[in-house]
């Protein structure tokens, strides 16, 4: 191993059922170095921290450590602990009812015999050093979060970590907060602390880091300098599309004509997850969506529309009259439907049969004070099954029994039941096989036709092009492009995503 290297590993391979989550992974972490770890959702960046954590254990490949002879042997995330190796996760796992220093120290040494005056004199030498805005006996719940993040982060340097690990550490935190972290983040490099950092931030990524490792479907597409990777070029490499690959895709939808009934505005709409105050509008018979990287705020935006995040500001029309939407039923209530994009978190209720996930919305609607008889409900249930296809063994069967494709044409029969004048699909063809992939994307041409406006979020460039007439982009939760007509291309959408200039034509 280099003389500078903290961390090495080489053919990580890590298989769940069906699933290859890692396939022959090599990452280098050297000292004093920020290294960002990118990749789309599913790229393998969370195993790979839990392969070095010692949450999973490695199928196979080898990871060595700086100061210890041989494979290093990581078994527990006690065994990562005691090689130097730190995480501080989005999530503060710390006691906020204890103070400053005792979250600093808890867990080592006989808790019952702790000299606390020793303790905090320790912590406060650790806090100055580190321009943490903290007091040793502060309790730490009444703490900003970000200052919440740094104290778990003092605790990891006291413990003399060579590794520290930053899982998406800014994604509640405030400008001012976010220079803060990375005032600490520079200090820890400049004592020689080598940095692991994920982030969806793009911005964060080129202000503070060094290097950067790309991940996708679960295998390395390569390690590189920051000063050599374009925001551009690292799109690239995380989607998997060659800014030369122009494939013009066929396909059946309207040209965005920008006329027409607008069936739903909004203006100034926020949410308390973090989504940054925007405009939006969308026409009858419209197919927009909203596109950017993971953690851009796409999902948060369509949340906020359908309020199933709490709404935190803004106006919002239906059809040209002022309507407040505070909660789902509201929305629904004023013609609006939503697909999550968590189908199993968020859009089945698993235990339930294929009828009932059908009925649930309508019935919802209808009040539960006024159930539908078990008659309308198999007339609801058979008719869906029949138009969208959905192969189940009957309109009974518990709907956690069918393939992840047929468990969304079930929440899309849940909507389409209640005539929605506005659809709105998170992903809905994430995890599926290509037929149905393909069924989906015609049913939504199709549904604008018939006058359904219709809103699309998908991971998969190609697929917003085949369905989307108007593109709105998104970097660091808010809107920075709309694209339509010639700029619906892959290399516009990359440009905007990243930041730079799109060229017409």
């Not at 309308?376 to 709907?399: G, R």
């Amino acid at each position: 191993m280099e003389n500078n290297v903290v961390l090495s590993m080489r053919g990580i391979y890590k298989e769940f059922p069906g699933v290859k989550a890692l396939q022959n992974v090599d990452f280098t972490l050297r000292e004093g170095e920020i290294h960002a770890l990118m990749g789309e959702n599913g790229a393998g960046k969370s195993t790979l921290v839990k392969v070095i954590t010692g949450v999973y254990e490695k199928d196979a490949g080898e990871i060595q450590i700086a100061g210890i002879d041989g494979p290093a042997v990581i078994r527990s995330p006690q065994d990562a602990q005691n090689l130097g190796i730190a995480t501080v996760y989005q999530e503060i796992t710390l006691c906020p009812n204890l103070t400053v220093a005792e979250n600093m120290y808890i867990g080592r040494g006989n808790y019952k015999f702790v000299n606390r005056r020793a303790q905090e004199k320790s912590a406060a030498v650790l806090l100055e050093r580190l321009k943490i805005p903290a007091k040793p006996g502060q309790q730490l719940g009444t703490c900003s979060i970000a200052v919440q993040q740094m104290v778990a982060i003092a605790r990891a340097v006291d413990m003399e970590c060579k590794v520290l690990i930053l899982d998406e550490p800014t994604s509640s935190l405030d400008e001012n907060e976010v220079e803060l972290l990375f005032s600490l983040m520079r200090d820890l490099k400049s004592h020689g602390v080598g940095i692991i950092f994920i982030t969806h931030f793009l911005e964060q990524v080129y202000e503070v880091c060094d290097k950067i490792t790309v991940l996708r479907n679960g295998e390395l597409v390569g390690e590189y300098a920051i000063a050599d990777l374009p925001r551009v070029k690292l799109i690239s490499a995380m989607l998997g599309k060659d800014m030369d690959d122009m494939t013009n895709l066929k396909n059946s939808k309207r040209p965005y004509t920008g006329a027409g009934t607008v069936v739903y505005e909004a203006e100034g709409l926020s949410s308390a997850e973090g989504v940054r105050p925007f405009d939006f509008l969308i026409n009858k018979g419209e197919v927009n969506g909203f596109t950017g990287l993971l953690g851009s705020g796409r999902s948060e935006s369509v949340r906020a529309i359908f309020a199933a995040d709490r709404v935190t500001g803004g106006k919002v029309k239906v059809n040209g009259k002022d309507v407040k939407i505070t909660n789902p039923k509201d929305a629904m209530e004023n013609g609006i439907g939503y697909l999550p994009e968590d189908r199993k978190g968020d859009g089945i209720i698993q235990d339930l049969s294929v009828r009932e996930n059908i009925i649930l919305a309508l019935q919802v609607m209808n009040g539960f004070t006024k159930p539908f008889t078990r008659a309308e409900q198999e007339q609801f249930a058979d008719e869906f099954i029949e138009k969208l296809q959905i192969k189940t063994a009957s309109k009974d069967t518990p709907i956690k029994a069918l393939s992840g494709g047929n468990q969304q044409k079930v929440i899309l029969a849940r909507w389409l039941l209640t005539h929605p004048q506005f659809l709105i699909l998170d992903e809905p063809t994430r995890g599926i096989d290509v037929g149905t992939k393909i069924e989906i994307q015609k049913l939504v041409l199709q549904l604008a036709e018939e006058g359904v406006s219709v809103t699309f979020i998908s991971s998969e460039i190609e697929e917003m092009l085949s369905v989307c007439q108007r593109l709105i982009v998104m970097r660091d939760r808010k809107i920075v492009g709309e694209l339509k007509d010639e700029m619906l291309r892959q290399d516009v959408i990359m440009q905007t995503i990243a930041g730079g200039k799109a060229q017409n034509g």
